[in-house]
């Protein structure tokens, strides 16, 4: 099978006092970096300038993208009964009655749909 290349979901970000130390090479290489290392979390770039952080953005609306995905693959295969994402801090299997990427996705879930309702306030969230 072969793979379309795809946009990734996310784009670099860079903070620190050492920010203008990093040019548009140094920047693009960073970048590959994390492209090819998907299981590093970020870097922290020593300059001359001070450190700079090198993470990656994702949208804000990026987790409910993917907890709607995990909700269409049980929902279109019930074959699959569970998807465990491996290598966060806290592992969590997904299930067709807790389709979600994180073990907090009900109670985040819950507390989006509330506010959507009006029944919390956005500060609340």
């Given amino acids: 099978m072969t793979e379309v290349p795809?946009?990734?979901?996310w784009q670099i970000m860079?903070?620190?006092p050492g920010l203008g130390a990093i040019d548009a090479a140094t920047r693009e290489a960073l970048e590959q970096i994390l492209e090819l290392f998907t299981e590093v979390g970020g870097l922290v770039v020593q300059t001359t300038a001070g450190d700079v952080s090198v993470t990656r953005d994702f949208p804000i609306d990026y987790t409910i993208q993917v907890d709607g995905l995990l909700g269409e693959i049980f929902k279109n295969n019930h074959a699959?009964?569970?998807i465990r994402f491996l290598g966060s801090g806290n592992p969590h299997t997904a299930t067709p009655d807790d389709p979600?990427?994180?073990a907090y996705g009900k109670a985040?879930?819950?507390i989006e749909e509330a506010a959507n309702?009006?029944?919390a306030h956005p500060t609340q969230r």
């Fill in 80 to 82: 699959v009964t569970g």
């Fill in 117 to 119: 309702r009006g029944e």
């Fill in 6 to 9: 795809r946009d990734r979901p």
């Fill in 108 to 110: 985040y879930a819950g």
């Fill in 14 to 16: 860079l903070t620190g």
């Fill in 100 to 102: 979600h990427w994180s």
